[in-house]
């Protein structure tokens, strides 16, 4: 039998193991690892590396984020976290030395605010409130020395994350990601959505796909497969294995792709988002002002930010839906049913195919 890839955790659970043991530092003595809330439902064992207490209101605590087997350039990374104890009953986190900097719009941080996303947020305030005494507040300061560093392999500065890396997750828990490994990892949700008979599997690239999926549609967990970045792997997998009824949902950020036939979505693999935004809303009547803005587009939430004053989203992403379809039926030589439809973060139904337009709308 195959061994199984170790499971690591991510820089937002390390972030919020640091914090809670700074805190129990500084409240009673120092610990080598903490038990945190994640939001799977189950709590993670960090270990800790070193806690110390600064002053009668100050200590800190670090721990060495462990990836388990998954290619991730944060894999030993040190993590910090400086807890301040105040008495206006509140939890203020921030980024220090090595974390990055949030410079454009388009992501899920606020511009100038510490590149922190709201999962390990909410993780660390959870956290904290364990132990927190009534009445207390606290100032957290998560840093990463060498996180200036690390950012320089990462996509952080196309990003417009400046200074450092980003604390991330959105689960917690980081899935080994060797290609073979992780590709076969994902088929047995295939196996378990087509055992259960439903009418219609839903393929989404991730997380926020699968969230927004059931919110939308109500629909069983189980019928909702993640496909990571192998769109095109795992709809060719679905119709081996007997699928007749595929939606392809999901955000824009990964769906455009598929309109240029590129079914590997991961960023080294190909990226078009903008250009392929761009030369359908040029189609839509777009001028060549709000072309140029969508081309030197952060992120595909910034572009349709300036499609939705032209009133050109539905124009838009209609189209490029429906080119979805196209390609994602020749990829499977036509062997099921496809239905697209795109996203936005909030929910908003930006784009469909025209087979499910009436489903939807």
């Known amino acids: ?111 100038g605010e510490a590149a922190i996303n709201p999962t390990p947020r909410k993780m660390i305030k959870e956290a904290i409130k364990e132990v927190l005494p009534s009445g207390k507040g606290v100032k957290i300061t998560i840093s990463a020395p060498e996180g200036e560093e690390v950012a320089k392999k990462t996509q952080n500065s196309k990003l417009g994350i400046v200074g450092g890396v980003s604390i991330l997750g959105t689960t917690g828990v980081v899935r080994p990601l060797s290609i073979k490994s992780y590709r076969r990892s994902l088929v047995p949700q295939l196996d378990v959505a087509l055992a259960q008979n439903y009418e219609q599997i839903f393929l989404v690239p991730g997380n926020i796909g699968e969230k927004l999926a059931k919110k939308i549609f109500n629909i069983p967990e189980d019928s ?74 952060n992120t595909t939430e910034e572009a349709i930010q300036f499609l939705e004053p032209a009133k050109l989203i539905q124009q838009t992403f209609n189209p490029i839906a429906e080119q979805v379809y196209v390609r994602s039926l020749e990829k499977i030589g036509n062997k099921a049913k496809i239905n697209v439809i795109i996203v936005s973060m909030n929910g908003t139904v930006l784009g469909t195919s025209k087979n499910v337009r009436s489903f939807v709308n």
Do not use: W
């Open 224 to 297: 909702i497969v993640q496909t990571g970045d192998f769109m095109g792997y795992m709809l060719q997998k679905a119709v081996e294995k007997g699928a007749k009824n595929i939606a392809i949902f999901g955000h824009p950020g990964k769906l455009v792709k598929l309109a240029a036939g590129i079914f590997n979505t991961h960023h080294k693999m190909g990226d078009a988002r903008m250009e392929i935004i761009a030369a359908y809303a040029g189609a839509a009547g777009a001028d060549t002002k709000l072309i140029q803005k969508i081309v030197n587009s």
């Open 1 to 111: 039998m195959r061994r199984v890839l170790k499971y690591g955790n991510t820089t937002g659970a390390y972030a919020t193991a640091a914090a809670k043991a700074a805190l129990i530092t500084l409240l009673d003595k120092p610990v080598d690892r903490v038990g945190i809330p994640s939001p799977l439902g189950i709590r993670f064992e960090i270990l800790i590396k070193e806690c110390k207490k600064l002053s009668d209101d100050t200590a800190i605590a670090y721990a060495l984020k462990n990836a388990g087997e998954d290619i991730d350039v944060t894999d030993k990374m040190e993590i910090f976290a400086t807890v301040k104890l105040t008495d206006d009953g509140k939890i203020s986190i921030a980024g220090g030395k090595g974390v990055g900097t949030v410079t454009k719009q388009g992501l899920p941080v606020a511009v």
